[in-house]
Nanobody
Framework: VQLQASGGGLVQAGGSLRLSCAGS????????ISWFRQAPGKEREFVST????????YYADSVKGRFDISKDNAKNTVYLQMNELKPEDTAVYYC?????????????????WGQGTLVTVSS
């Protein structure tokens, strides 16, 4: 599967953005999809994940209650709705996919990655 992340941009603190992760070459309905982010000078960190069925979702504590992950199988796309954005959310956001359902928050276990989309939150 190939993944393409989009939807990043510049937004003021308190604003919202919706990221998209579009799949091609295979259906995302069988993959666990996660979002990770990497801020300048920092390590990549887990943001959120959604199970292949869309039934189970998990979030990093830093985004819980502000971000919402969802999956539209008809469009073969996973979304990350980001609300109440903070300057510390500034990062390149990547979507990733894996088939085992066991990768969880471990980015090293994901087999497929999108190219990343930059989110900049100004104060």
């Amino acid at each position: 599967v190939q993944l393409q992340a989009s939807g990043g941009g510049l937004v003021q603190a308190g604003g919202s953005l919706r990221l998209s992760c579009a799949g091609s070459g295979d259906t995302l309905s069988t993959y666990t999809i996660s979002w990770f982010r990497q801020a300048p000078g920092k390590e990549r960190e887990f943001v959120s994940t959604i199970s292949w069925s869309g039934t189970n979702t998990y979030y990093a504590d830093s985004v819980k209650g502000r971000f919402d992950i969802s999956k539209d199988n008809a469009k073969n796309t996973v979304y990350l709705q980001m609300n109440e954005l903070k300057p510390e959310d500034t990062a390149v956001y990547y979507c990733a996919a894996e088939l085992t359902g066991s990768a969880g928050r471990n980015s090293e276990l994901y087999d497929y990655w999108g190219q990343g989309t930059l989110v900049t939150v100004s104060s």
